[in-house]
């Protein structure tokens, strides 16, 4: 059967005349985008250039002397000098702060009524504060500085001797060592003499528990102040890099302002090429023309089927299938279903009968599996007559065809 469509060509070129008539009331708006810069503090921040700048080690010797209780038995109350030693090492991680491990080692002396030894190992770790720089600004020629620190530590005091001592170890005996963990805080004295060597003075005042002379009486706390003088010896210097986020204002405006030139740029061209469409002529549209175009019904789905059998495998269920979607898609058109057998298996009058029931087996399934109506069907049975194959067991099928 044939049916005639009428197919309509939609013409692109319409679109152009529509254009053409936008165009004259069309404008270009371009925004002018301006980039936020945040406001900053403008000042100069520095940091090491590597982890290996800014490292020293110091060199020292001085006097201490331990503020302890003096037991006035004999009306001698005088402080005792001794001399103590230095060895530090540190590193400044800005040129405001720093930190130093630092060593004293020394003999203390002390009245309490006779004269009472001890020796002292100390190794402590200071928190330091450059006060010039934080007050006047990084200058790495600064000739004179005052440093504050604070610091922790731990003492070993060690060969004791002092009769009136009373500290008592687990076996009841007097202590003759003992560690102890003071606190302290100083003030050094700086003097640049070349980038690479400063002069130092320095006091430091140590706390302690009243346990530091191995003797528990009077105040609760023992104090020991030492003054030292020494070199500090830098590895590479003083080096830390700077940066100042205003430095890089005038450079971010000049981006922000070849920003908005492009801009600029890019609102001309858009209107030119805006104003070149719109003189564009509008193309001919062709007319319409009607086709008529035929439908068939597709010869190309086949049901096969195995010898002397008119049962429908699953394998060949997709080509009824797609005979079914084929009949939904075309309602007005009908379609023959022809059966045929091979004609090496079996009577003429039996593969005629065989060949009629495989046709209405196939039947049966657009039917009752996918509600195609049975008027649009025509059940032929061709038999073993006719072989539409040369190869005998192709002609086991049933061939969907246009009906004549």
């Known amino acids: 059967m044939k049916k005639t469509l009428l197919l309509c060509a939609a013409c692109s070129g319409m679109l152009w005349c529509a254009n053409e008539a936008k165009a004259q009331d069309s404008a270009v708006i371009v925004e002018e985008t301006v980039v936020a810069t945040e406001n900053v503090e403008c000042k100069t921040h520095y940091a090491p250039s590597s982890w290996r700048d800014n490292w020293y080690i110091q060199l020292g010797a001085g006097i201490q002397s331990p503020f302890v209780e003096n037991k006035m038995d004999k009306g001698d109350d ?64 600064r000739v004179f500085s005052i440093v504050p620190y604070i610091g922790l530590g731990g003492s070993f005091v060690y060969d004791y001797k002092a009769p009136e001592a009373n500290i008592s170890n687990s076996h009841g005996k007097t202590k003759n060592n003992q560690w102890l963990l003071p606190v302290s805080a100083g003030l050094q004295l700086r003097f640049r003499l070349s980038n690479y060597v400063d002069f130092f003075a320095e006091g430091r005042a140590q706390f302690y528990g009243d346990n530091y002379n191995n003797t528990a009486y009077g105040k609760p706390i023992d104090i020991n102040i030492s003054a030292i003088g020494g070199f500090t010896f830098y590895f590479t210097g003083s080096k830390f890099d700077s940066y100042n986020p205003c430095d890089y204002v005038g450079y971010i405006n000049n981006l922000n302002n070849q920003v908005n030139d492009l801009r600029g740029a890019l609102a001309t061209s858009t209107a030119a090429l805006a104003a070149a469409e719109a003189q564009l002529p509008c193309p001919e549209v062709p007319e319409a023309v009607a086709q008529e175009v035929t439908v068939e019904a597709p010869l190309l789905s086949t049901v096969r089927f195995k010898i002397n059998s008119a049962y429908v495998s699953s394998e060949e269920m997709v080509n009824v299938y797609n005979m079914a979607e084929w009949l939904k898609a075309n309602p007005g058109t009908n379609v023959v279903v022809r059966g045929y057998a091979d004609e090496d298996t079996g009577t003429a009058e039996y593969n005629l009968k065989l060949s009629e029931r495989r046709a209405k087996a196939v039947a049966d399934i657009l039917v009752n599996d996918y509600g195609v109506s049975s008027d649009r069907l025509i059940i032929e049975a061709a038999g073993s007559a006719v072989q539409p194959y040369d190869t005998n067991d192709w002609n086991r099928i049933v061939i969907f065809a246009q009906p004549e």
């Open 78 to 141: 005088s402080r005792h000098l001794t001399a103590v030693y230095n060895l530090g090492v540190g590193r400044w991680i800005s040129p405001y702060l720093g930190f130093r491990f630092s060593a004293y080692y020394g003999s203390i002396h002390w009245n309490q009524g006779n004269m009472n030894r001890a020796k002292v190992a100390n190794l402590n770790v200071d928190f330091m504060w450059d006060m010039f720089n934080s007050i006047s600004g990084y200058n790495p020629k």
